[in-house]
């Protein structure tokens, strides 16, 4: 999904929302990998 005036390089404010998405996605993703370590954690000390 792409929007038009997120990628205008003359629109500041749109750049601005497109890297804020991109920070919020990463941000996402961390905590997936987080999530995922911490459940391999318990698996590990259950046995």
């Known amino acids: 999904m792409s929007i038009s005036w997120a990628e205008d390089e ?3 404010v749109g750049k601005r929302w497109m890297y804020m ?3 919020l996605r990463d941000a ?3 905590r997936d990998l987080m999530s ?3 459940s391999a ?3 590990l000390r259950s046995r």
């Open 21 to 23: 998405d991109l920070a």
């Open 36 to 38: 995922l370590v911490e």
């Open 28 to 30: 996402g993703l961390i």
């Open 10 to 12: 003359l629109n500041p």
């Open 41 to 43: 954690v318990i698996l």
